[in-house]
């Protein structure tokens, strides 16, 4: 039986109330910019849920759409379901159609009402729908763990049967809570970073710093996969990559070498914070976690951050090497990360860098560099590139 329409479940909506029709058309928007054109002839939101009407194109490709839906923030779950009216008798039908096509054993009915104008009890109706189905089918009734269980939406209306759920990713759907910058080094950390970012509803440009001639392009490659990859949890990302050689080539001949991570750094910050003014983006995500490497201690974040007047946000700072590592394979790009590259930050690296740096020292340092034309220079030179996914 080909099911004629999807209902798409969303459990939290952002900011709550008046936000929500706000976050009702974004999640639309994304779902169909997430699905072959046309697949729906009509998408609508009905009390709290969304109802795709699948077109017969939309119906030929159900398989892809739902597994599309995997990667929609802000769905809790989808299901491929078909319609009929709001009494007994066709829904007991209904259901009948749809799981004599199942093999099972033991089955369950749940039915759930939404609106007051709907003159049964759902418990009735369960009771009502299994008796059908034990007398047509010879099957029995399990509420814990049966084989299939068979949900009855009943909403304006109508009722809307199904046995199958596409389990959503949670969140917020991208968009809702406005736009910010990641910055993509091409490690394992950073992609997970910039995940989170789209989980909670921001809409990501990525900025990635190389050293390109004083490093091969292997950095540069990478990222551009790992936002291919991205690609799928948002439509269409803006990857900016910029040349940082000239600018480390200053900090090494003028600077302290024990405060040249962090130079490295406050230079990322300005750039990202430039092409997030260009990008209108409010804020600007890292992969940094707490302790990992010698510019991730809390003395030295604050002496990059001080660089920084957008808010830093650091998704990842109290998760253990392991845990973003499993992470990081179950979103999609472990593998390209861990694909050797020429990392800019390692590039005139010294053997004992500052772990403690203090601000007063390494603006001091920093006061030798011409720091608004370096930036400005370095923005000329990035490139701009938006992946659709
Ligand atoms: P990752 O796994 O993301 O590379 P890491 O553990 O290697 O992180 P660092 O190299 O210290 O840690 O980088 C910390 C964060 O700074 C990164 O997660 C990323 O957000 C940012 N960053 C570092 N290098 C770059 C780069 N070349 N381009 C853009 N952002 C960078
Ligand atoms: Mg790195």
């Not at 590259?341 to 053997?351: E, G, I, M, Y």
């Given at each position: 039986m080909t099911p004629e329409f999807i209902l798409f479940h969303y459990d939290e909506i952002g900011l709550k109330g008046g936000n929500r029709s706000y976050f009702e058309n974004k999640?639309?928007?994304n779902i169909k910019a997430a699905i072959p054109k046309g697949s729906f002839t009509s998408l609508r939101t009905v009390q709290g849920r969304l109802v795709g009407k699948l077109s017969e194109r939309g119906q030929k490709h159900i398989s892809g759409i739902l597994s599309n839906m995997e990667n929609i923030f802000g769905l809790a779950y989808c299901a491929p379901a078909s319609r009929c009216p709001q009494n007994t008798d066709a829904i007991c039908d209904q259901a009948f159609a749809l799981l004599k096509e199942e093999e099972f054993s033991t089955f369950r009915i749940t039915a759930r009402r939404s609106g007051s104008d709907i003159p049964f009890s759902t418990q009735k109706m369960n009771e009502d729908v299994g008796a059908f189905i034990v007398d047509k089918l010879k099957k029995k009734v399990k509420l814990k763990?049966?084989?299939v269980t068979c949900f009855i939406d009943m909403f304006h209306k109508n009722a809307y049967l199904y046995i199958e759920k596409t389990q959503g990713p949670g969140g917020l759907p991208v968009g809702v809570s406005g736009k910010a910058m990641c910055m993509l080094s091409g490690g394992i950390d950073s992609p997970l970073a910039a995940f989170y970012?789209?989980?909670?509803?921001?809409?990501?440009?990525?900025?990635?710093?190389h050293s390109i001639p004083y490093t091969n392009s292997a950095s540069v490659d990478k990222v551009r996969e790992i936002t291919e990859v991205l690609g799928k949890y948002q439509k269409g990302i803006q990857l900016y990559t910029v040349p940082l050689g000239p600018i480390q080539k200053r900090i090494?001949?003028?600077t302290d070498e024990k405060f040249r991570v962090l130079l490295y750094r406050r230079f990322m910050i300005r750039i990202t914070e430039a092409l997030a003014k260009k990008e209108k983006a409010k804020a600007v995500y890292t992969g940094e976690v707490l302790g990992q490497v010698a510019s991730q201690t809390l003395e030295n974040m604050a002496v990059v951050e001080a660089a920084a007047s957008l808010p830093m946000l650091r998704p990842l700072i109290g998760l253990d090497k392991r845990?973003?590592?499993d992470r990081t394979k179950r979103i999609g790009p472990f593998e390209i990360s861990i694909q050797p590259?020429?990392?800019?930050?390692?590039?005139?690296?010294?053997?004992h860098p500052a772990t403690k740096a203090r601000l007063?020292?390494?603006?001091?340092?920093?006061a030798v560099l011409d720091v608004d034309s370096l930036v400005q220079e370095a923005i000329e030179g990035a490139d701009d590139e938006v992946f659709y996914g």
């Open positions: 999640l639309k928007q763990n049966p084989d970012a789209m989980k909670r509803g921001a809409r990501i440009s990525l900025v990635h710093f090494r001949t003028e845990e973003i590592v590259d020429q990392d800019c930050c390692s590039l005139f690296v010294p053997k007063k020292d390494v603006e001091r340092e920093e």
